[in-house]
């Protein structure tokens, strides 16, 4: 089975017959059988654009996790922002968030996305599977 392109396809307010954005907030896995890649297959399975955000980087394989490093706040907030610029999502999914503050800037974005949504008349999903 050939992998479809989802570069061009993401949904925009207001446009007919194009794919739901689903963001994902969590760690990247080295072995990719976890985190974002994980993340991604399953939402490309479902026809869904995701978009990904960082928040900690690991170094895994099949057998075991031997570091985690959290990426700063200030730089998982600007890849937020650079998403919510042109990519609102309908759903938003978060893993391995790394760090307290992390947590606090997507809790911040979180509210932010639904306030905007709420305003058109639409609901954003949250799904919040905790790591460590």
């Known amino acids: 089975?050939?992998?479809?392109?989802?570069?061009?396809?993401?949904?925009?307010?207001g446009e007919a017959g194009a794919r739901p954005v689903v963001?994902?907030?969590a760690g990247s896995d080295s072995g990719a059988g976890a985190g974002l890649q994980a993340d991604l297959k399953a939402l490309q399975a479902f026809g869904?654009?995701?978009c990904t955000a960082v928040a900690a980087i690991t170094a895994q394989n099949s057998i075991a996790v031997t570091?985690?490093?959290p990426v700063s706040a200030e730089l998982l907030d600007a890849q937020l922002a650079a998403l919510a610029q042109d990519m609102p999502p309908h759903a938003i999914k978060t893993g391995l968030l790394g760090s307290v503050d992390n947590v606090r800037v997507v809790c911040q974005w979180?509210?932010?996305?639904?306030?905007?949504?709420?305003a058109q008349?639409?609901?954003?999903?949250?799904?919040?599977?905790?790591?460590?």
Do not use: E, K, N
């Open 23 to 25: 963001w994902s907030i």
């Open 67 to 69: 570091r985690v490093a």
């Open 110 to 118: 979180v509210d932010q996305v639904r306030d905007a949504a709420r």
């Open 1 to 13: 089975m050939r992998a479809r392109s989802t570069f061009g396809t993401q949904s925009r307010p």
């Open 121 to 132: 008349g639409l609901p954003v999903a949250l799904v919040v599977d905790p790591v460590f």
């Open 48 to 50: 869904v654009h995701g």
